[in-house]
């Protein structure tokens, strides 16, 4: 259902005047430059990303007189009047792996199979902007693409798709949860991996299995949870990340050139197709948070009831963010940025940075 949006004054944003806004700024400004090249987005964007060229960067004061005078704030409010959600996490992980398979590497991640269709159906059903169906061809029909299950049983032709075999199932299924990430290779070197396609099946979540079950207590079932009960229970294991039908497939990403905004940032590849800035980045429903719009997001720090209040960009989506008020959090690389996300499921407001020359969002 449609968010709605209701107008706010720069000082109802809780934290607004301490926030280090400027450490935005690089994200910002690739952001504009893939805004910019899109012409379904090009003319919004102009003014405020060519305004942007004047400023700045280490000038505090400026950047924030920036978005104050190019950008309108409003608060998401939910279709049933709900100003409060979800603020959950994701990171982008570390996995151990090899180009070749192996004895210790054994897990395979793949790329997208030649038989996986993607239907638009916008161009059938203009209502259904933003739907897409995926399948594969049965004779002479469409029907949904395998499962996990079946993916991981050989029934889709996956063989000859495997861009790299990694050490630990468990890891490897929460890379899919992420989206992205990178092996360190045995034979030397990092691979970035990104997200490619999807097989269309929708995410269920094996932490509330298992709290149902009760084999993990609520408090346990974070990342962290689900991954010790996996190394104790190997036999359990597989049939219960089978559970969850959807199934992500990867492509390599080659590093950023050396120099250049990207490196900077130094982040895997979002759905806007520019890096995500640590603890900047939010994955939204961008049928309610548009691709590349400012976001200022007050909520609390994982487990706890430290504010977390700043301002963040919309250059993510995630197969579970579904919903106005709801966010995923991009804590950055690594192994303590993984500890934070997968501790995260805190409750946020969101307000939508809007340029001033374009109306009202969503109008």
């Known amino acids: 259902m449609p968010a709605k949006y209701t107008p ?17 700024w690089p994200a910002f400004r690739v952001g504009c430059a893939a805004l910019l ?19 700045v960067p280490t000038d505090r004061n400026a950047v924030r007189a920036f978005f104050e005078s190019h950008f309108s704030p409003y608060q998401v409010i939910a279709a049933d009047g709900r100003d409060t959600g979800t603020i959950t996490g994701y990171y982008e992980p570390l996995l151990a792996g090899s180009r070749t398979r192996s004895a210790s590497h054994r897990v395979p991640l793949y790329a997208a199979p030649d038989d996986l269709l993607t239907i638009d159906l916008a161009e059938l059903y203009p209502e259904l902007k933003d739907k897409r169906l995926r399948g594969r061809v049965d004779g002479k029909r469409v029907i949904p693409y395998w499962p996990r299950a079946d993916i991981e049983n050989g029934k889709a032709p996956v063989t000859g798709k495997e861009l790299v075999y990694v050490d ?11 989206g992205s990430g990178r092996v360190r290779l045995a034979e030397g070197g990092v691979m970035r991996v990104g997200y490619a396609d999807q097989n269309g099946h929708p995410f269920r979540s094996i932490g509330r299995l298992l709290v149902e079950r009760g084999e993990l207590p609520l408090e346990r079932a974070s990342m962290q949870g689900i991954k010790d009960w996996g190394r104790r229970n190997p036999d359990k ?14 492509r390599e990403v080659p590093a950023p050139a050396p ?12 759905t806007l197709g520019v890096p995500l800035l640590r603890e900047r980045t939010l994955a939204v429903d961008p049928r309610s948070i548009p691709l590349g719009a400012p976001v200022f997001l007050a909520t609390t720090h994982p487990l706890s009831t430290q504010p977390l209040q700043r301002l963040m960009l919309a250059q993510d989506t995630g197969g579970a963010i579904r919903g106005a008020v709801r966010a995923d959090f991009f804590w950055g690389f690594g192994d303590d940025a ?5 501790r995260m499921k805190q409750d946020g407001r969101m307000w939508i940075l809007w340029p001033v020359n374009g109306g009202r969002p969503g109008g």
């Not at 706010?8 to 005047?17: E, H, N």
């Not at 630990?168 to 992420?178: G, K, N, S, T």
């Not at 049939?239 to 497939?249: K, M, T």
């Not at 120099?259 to 979002?270: H, L, Q």
């Open 8 to 24: 706010a004054a720069w000082s109802a944003l809780p934290g607004w005047s301490e926030d280090r806004v400027a450490e935005i």
């Open 37 to 55: 090249a899109s012409a379904a987005t090009r003319d919004l964007w102009q003014a405020p990303c060519s305004e942007a060229n004047a400023i």
């Open 168 to 178: 630990d199932p468990v890891e490897a299924f929460f890379l899919q949860i992420q």
């Open 237 to 250: 294991l597989f049939p219960l990340l089978d559970e969850n039908p959807s199934y992500v497939f990867f």
């Open 259 to 270: 120099g250049t905004p990207e490196a900077e940032i130094d982040g895997p590849i979002g």
């Open 338 to 342: 993984g500890r934070q996300a997968g």
